[in-house]
Every structure is written in C-alpha cells, then in structure tokens.
C-alpha cells in the first residue's frame, strides 16, 4: 500500500471538469487505516466513526469524495453474526483487526489530495479524547443526535447562553 503525506483540502474544481482536462485518466487507490484498538481497548472506536445514524461517515464521504468502508474484527455490531460469517466468502476481513479502507476513483491528478483530507478527518476522529471528563467530537455527535430525535431544535441550540463561554446564565426571579 502506498503511503500518501501531504494533506490539503481537495477542490472540486478540476475533478468535476470546470477547468481540468476533460480527458484526465480516471484511477482507483485503496488507503488502509488502522484503528487502535489494542492501544485502547475499552474505547468505542466505531460509534465515533460512523456517529449518530451513520452521519458522520456519511459527511467524511461526501466532503472528501471517496468511499469509506469499516472492516475487521468488531465490524458487525452483532458479534454472534460476526462469528457466523467469519469464514465465509466475502468476509475474509473479519479475520484481521479493525480498520478502515478509504476508496476513492478520482482524477490522476486530485485523488491523492481527497485520500489524504479523509486519511485526517478519519485519523482526527480515531484519537481518544485526552481529557476523559471532556470529548468535543462525542458531545458534537450527542447534540446532534438529540437534533435528530427531536427532543433539541437546532434554533434552540444555537441560541442557548452556554454555547459561549462568555456569556453568563441570565439571572430569573423567583
């Protein structure tokens, strides 16, 4: 597997034919992505990759253009049924430890640049909180979960005092 280093944000334009050659060749690159969990057994590494009903998953694909698939031990959510298809053709991954393939088929001349944006969104979202009290990403994904069930509105979250830590509690009268 070829390792990719620089990391920029990818632009659409070129790729999409706006202004790169419309006769640029098409290639298919595959980057693997290991999740640490031997180094933190006890994190959920999985519910932080694909956040609440799969979404942020779904944003790391759409923002970067590539596929993004999770294989490995602790791939299927039911370990019973992960234990069942072990062997069978199609889920030889099960076998290998967790981790992510980042597929895209892009552009000669863009496709690095999308693999390394998802290879640091990805890696970004893999690194255990180091405060155990605080976890930005989890309480992002918390709020945005209660936004999907309906028992946060988004107007009511943005506009609520204790997102800006300067503001103070209005005091009320009792």
């Known amino acids: 597997m070829r390792k990719l280093h620089s990391v920029t944000q990818p632009s659409a334009q070129g790729w999409l034919g706006t202004s790169g050659s419309a ?6 690159k595959t980057l693997r992505i290991e999740v640490p969990v ?8 999985m519910g932080r ?14 923002i970067t253009g590539c596929r993004v698939m999770i294989r490995g031990r602790g791939s299927i959510k039911d370990t019973v049924k992960e ?3 072990r062997d069978k053709p199609g889920y030889e991954h099960l ?17 690095d640049n999308h693999l390394n944006y998802a290879r640091k969104i990805l890696e970004d979202l893999l690194k ?10 989890k ?23 204790f997102n ?6 209005p005091k009320t009268r009792q």
């Open 23 to 28: 006769t640029q060749q098409i290639i298919n």
């Open 38 to 45: 031997d180094k933190f057994p006890n994190f959920n590494f």
């Open 49 to 62: 990759i694909l956040g609440p009903r799969g979404n942020s998953l779904k944003r790391v694909e759409q």
């Open 83 to 85: 234990e069942k298809m």
């Open 95 to 111: 076998n290998e430890p967790l981790h992510i393939l980042v597929e895209a088929e892009l552009p000669a001349n863009v496709i």
């Open 128 to 137: 255990p909180p180091v405060d155990d009290t605080f976890d930005d990403v």
């Open 139 to 161: 309480e992002a994904q918390l709020r945005e979960l209660a936004i999907l069930n309906g028992t946060e509105s988004p107007a009511h979250l943005l506009m609520t005092p």
């Open 164 to 169: 800006n830590p300067g503001m103070k509690r």
